[in-house]
């Protein structure tokens, strides 16, 4: 079977067209104008160079959950718990940026290793499940998510909550494990690039 040139392009431009055809529908359907509906939401996204700034920001977690996921795919190992492989990594790198007092360059390389051990060590039980047992990694990598955001969302409900604060949240990591910002007047730091060497 031949190969279709240019589709690994095209097919995400076609589905983006069919997302917002469907989308249209539902609004439609629900009695608002799709045009205006669409108008009125790329005018808010769009409106500051802080939204702006927003988008790339949470793009980025997606970015390098999409580097990564290549090197198990490659392998022919179907990895769909990136995103609880993620939630461990972040939890790791910020025990780091809390209970370790260093400097900059060193909480940047703990950290990052801190994360990758994490979401290696989130990453292996469902390939331990399929070795020992034989069990399916598309299902077990996938029910591992909501277990590594629930197992977060208790540690920041209770020993890791800060007392300051009503949302659920860690105190803040030290400054000097901040990654610098960018573009000011956003949220857009280094970690923009993060997923480039991927």
């Known amino acids: 079977m031949k190969s279709i040139p240019y589709l690994s392009w095209i097919a995400p431009?076609?589905?983006?067209i069919v997302g917002f055809f469907i989308g249209a529908v539902v609004i439609a359907l629900s009695g608002l104008n799709p045009i205006?509906?669409?108008a009125r939401t790329f005018?808010?996204?769009?409106?500051s160079l802080f939204k702006i700034g927003e988008i790339v920001v949470f793009a980025?977690?997606?970015?390098?959950?999409?580097?990564?996921?290549?090197?198990?795919?490659?392998?022919?190992?179907w990895n769909i718990g990136a995103e609880g492989q993620l939630w461990v990594g972040g939890l790791l790198a910020?025990?780091?940026?809390?209970?370790?007092?260093?400097?900059?360059?060193?909480?940047?390389?703990?950290?990052?290793?801190?994360?990758?051990?994490g979401g290696v060590a989130w990453g292996l039980l469902p390939v331990i499940l399929k070795i020992k047992y034989g069990t399916n990694e598309i299902l077990t990598s996938m029910l591992l998510c909501p277990i590594a955001i629930l197992l977060i969302d208790a540690l920041l409900t209770g020993?890791?909550?800060?007392?300051?604060?009503?949302?659920?949240?860690?105190?803040?990591?030290?400054?000097?494990a901040w990654l610098p910002v960018l573009?000011?007047?956003?949220?857009?730091?280094?970690?923009?690039?993060?997923?480039?060497?991927v």
């Open 43 to 47: 005018s808010q996204f769009f409106s």
């Open 60 to 77: 980025i977690p997606l970015m390098i959950i999409g580097a990564g996921l290549v090197l198990s795919f490659e392998a022919n190992f």
């Open 159 to 176: 020993p890791l909550k800060d007392p300051v604060y009503l949302f659920n949240q860690t105190q803040l990591i030290a400054t000097e």
């Open 183 to 197: 573009i000011p007047e956003t949220r857009i730091t280094l970690a923009l690039f993060w997923p480039s060497p």
């Open 36 to 38: 205006d509906a669409y």
């Open 13 to 16: 431009i076609i589905a983006i």
């Open 94 to 117: 910020t025990l780091i940026g809390l209970y370790i007092n260093t400097s900059a360059p060193i909480y940047f390389i703990t950290m990052v290793i801190a994360a990758f051990l």
